[in-house]
């Protein structure tokens, strides 16, 4: 590899506004080339880090290097090449989607195509509109033309699908994956789960200021707690049969009146025996599934909360 | 490694200086004479003032000598444009951008704050340009006879332009935008009444007019004045005042003004 430093490197972060600790000792690496997805509520401190990165703040503690570079000391020589999705705002008024996006072009050495890019995320529609009277959909996708369009190495993306209709989120996350494809290293912030799940090769979990958890989609929700099976019949089964079939460390029981759930590792085999066991005793078992955990139960189990706050 | 170069293959790099803040003042400056509430400040205000006053007599503009309304009314005009573009516009624009993200969003961009701040000098400049015009070509319309050194004029515009912005900065970067809104728009509308715009200040009892002299504005539409009308060569003391406003106002905002 030409790259040998990550392109992002923050280690024991702290920030603080007054009394109130924003970031407290938090700690990621995003590897060149990568997408990664800082997961967590409302009020976790990820636009706080993500800030401390682009170099609008200063961190109180810890250190941060952005492409080796410390964003603090030497911002004009990291904004040509680092991209910014603010998470509103950030244009004029007064301005019209393409002459803005075409004035940040100008400020580049090699810009992308503004008409390529008004095309991919459909902000030809927004024509002679100014800023101002543009949906929240529209503004969001202009923002993001912004970050991309200087062509950056590595581009922050704060919450880049918050109040976007289905297809708009579907053109982001496509976007984002050529970004990926073409080499571009993508750190994006979301409280979404199954955006990030869809589209980080990393994730890092943020409660209350530090990581939780690292790592890929799957490790995360492999990791740990199990995964689980469950099926609908009759009510007041006797389930003593089934556990003692089951390999070690499953379990089986009834949650609700007639619906019933087994945990452990659920393999073919483990679905076999659950199924031959129903055989025997005469069950349909009705809505039969196998849950994988996502990345909300990873959350809800590390911190009893929910992700949406 | 890959070879082949995609759409969004990195390929970063700020563009020349000189471009970007080219790019930056043409913007601003666009922005600027697309908003109908500026245009309103800068142009139809000045210019209806000029015409209305120099054909009706409202306003008792002193002792004539024999001279036309106009040559009172104009070097004023002139202050009032300065005035209007450096500071109240200059001051709600910057306001609102500070407000809305943009000055945040540009700091992101290779453009640095100085090339902003450059830049914005500039779309001010131009602005300006095209108001003298326009209210130099309506004062001649309406039988200005103007004297004095051309270069001293330039030379006080300038040094009022520098005063004004630092105050309307100051404002921008300190005050939230509303209230820039509104104390931009009144302290406007006090000086163009007691600043000696269209109010010679000799009618003003004699502790308040010892005062109003010492406004930007005040020196600058009197400094104006001196030149344009009386034929003066430099007015020395007008222009000191100038600049003790421009190095306070540039130097407090060039401490407080903050970027979000």
Request: charged fraction near 20%; hydrophobic fraction near 45%; include cysteine.
């Given at each position: ?10 280690v024991?972060?702290?920030k ?26 409302n ?6 880090t993500?800030?401390v ?17 410390d ?35 100008k ?13 991919r ?37 704060d ?19 050529d970004?990926r494809?073409d ?6 912030t ?15 979990i ?45 379990k ?7 619906s ?21 005793h005469?069950?349909m ?25 | ?20 803040i ?24 000045p ?40 500071f109240?516009?200059q ?9 809305y ?9 290779p453009?640095?704050?100085w090339?902003l ?8 400049l131009v ?10 070509a ?52 006090l000086?163009?009444?007691?600043g ?7 009618k ?10 010492l ?27 100038l ?6 106002g ?7 003004f903050?970027?979000?």
């Amino acid at each position: 590899m030409d790259s040998p430093q990550p392109a992002v490197e923050i280690v024991g972060l702290v920030k603080t506004y007054g009394d109130k600790t924003a970031v407290d000792g938090l700690g990621l690496t995003v590897e060149r080339g990568s997408v990664t997805a800082v997961l967590g509520p409302n009020g976790a401190g990820k636009t706080t880090t993500i800030e401390v990165c682009e170099g609008y703040r200063r961190a109180d503690g810890g250190t941060v290097r952005v492409l080796g570079l410390d964003p603090a000391v030497d911002g004009e020589r990291l904004r040509p090449r680092v991209g910014v999705m603010l998470q509103s705002g950030g244009v004029y008024a007064g301005a019209r989607a393409e002459e803005m996006l075409r004035h940040v072009a100008k400020l580049h050495a090699n810009p992308l195509d503004v008409p390529m890019l008004v095309e991919r995320l459909g902000l030809g529609s927004c024509g002679r509109t100014t800023y101002r009277r543009l949906s929240g959909g529209q503004q969001q996708r202009l923002a993001l033309a912004l970050a991309v369009v200087g062509r950056p190495e590595l581009v922050f993306l704060d919450e880049p699908t918050a109040g976007l209709d289905p297809q708009a989120r579907r053109a982001t996350w496509d976007l984002v994956g050529d970004l990926r494809a073409d080499g571009v290293t993508v750190v994006l912030t979301t409280h979404f789960m199954d955006e990030a799940e869809q589209l980080a090769d990393d994730v890092h979990i943020v409660d209350r200021g530090r990581v939780i958890a690292s790592g890929s989609p799957e490790a995360l929700c492999r990791d740990g707690a199990e995964n689980s099976l469950r099926f609908a019949g009759p009510p007041g089964l006797d389930l003593t049969a089934m556990v003692a079939a089951l390999p070690e460390g499953a379990k089986a029981f009834e949650v609700a009146r007639g619906s019933y759930r087994v945990e452990g590792d659920i393999d073919p085999q483990l679905l076999a025996t659950v199924t031959s066991w129903c055989a025997q005793h005469g069950v349909m078992p009705e809505k039969l599934t196998v849950e994988r955990r996502t990345l909300e139960d990873v959350f809800l189990e590390l911190t009893g909360r929910e992700l949406r706050a | 490694m890959t070879t082949t170069t995609g759409t969004f293959t990195p390929d970063p790099g700020a563009a020349p200086l000189g471009r970007m803040i080219a790019a930056q003042t043409a913007l601003e400056t666009k922005m600027l004479l697309r908003n109908g509430e500026q245009l309103l400040l800068t142009v139809v205000i000045p210019t209806l003032l000029l015409v209305l006053f120099s054909a009706v007599d409202v306003v008792d503009v002193g002792e004539l000598h024999g001279q036309k309304r106009v040559d009172f009314l104009a070097p004023g005009m002139l202050a009032l444009a300065v005035l209007s573009t450096a500071f109240t516009g200059q001051a709600i624009a910057t306001g609102f951008e500070r407000r809305y993200g943009v000055l945040k969003r540009l700091g992101a961009t290779p453009l640095p704050r100085w090339g902003l701040m450059v830049a914005k000098t500039g779309c001010v400049l131009v602005v300006e340009a095209l108001q003298v015009a326009l209210l130099t070509a309506i004062a001649f319309s309406l039988g200005w006879s103007p004297h004095g050194n051309p270069l001293a004029v330039v030379l006080l515009l300038v040094l009022g332009t520098a005063a004004f912005s630092g105050l309307g900065l100051l404002m921008a970067g300190t005050l939230r935008a509303e209230a820039t809104l509104a104390a931009a728009n009144l302290v406007f509308v006090l000086l163009l009444v007691g600043g000696g715009v269209i109010v010679p200040l000799d009618k003003f009892p004699g502790g308040v007019e010892a005062v109003l002299n010492l406004t930007p504005i005040a020196a600058l539409s009197d400094g104006l004045r001196d030149v344009l009308q009386h034929g003066a060569s430099m007015p020395w003391a007008d222009a000191g005042i100038l600049v003790v406003w421009a190095v306070l106002g540039l130097g407090l905002a060039a401490r407080f003004f903050r970027w979000e």
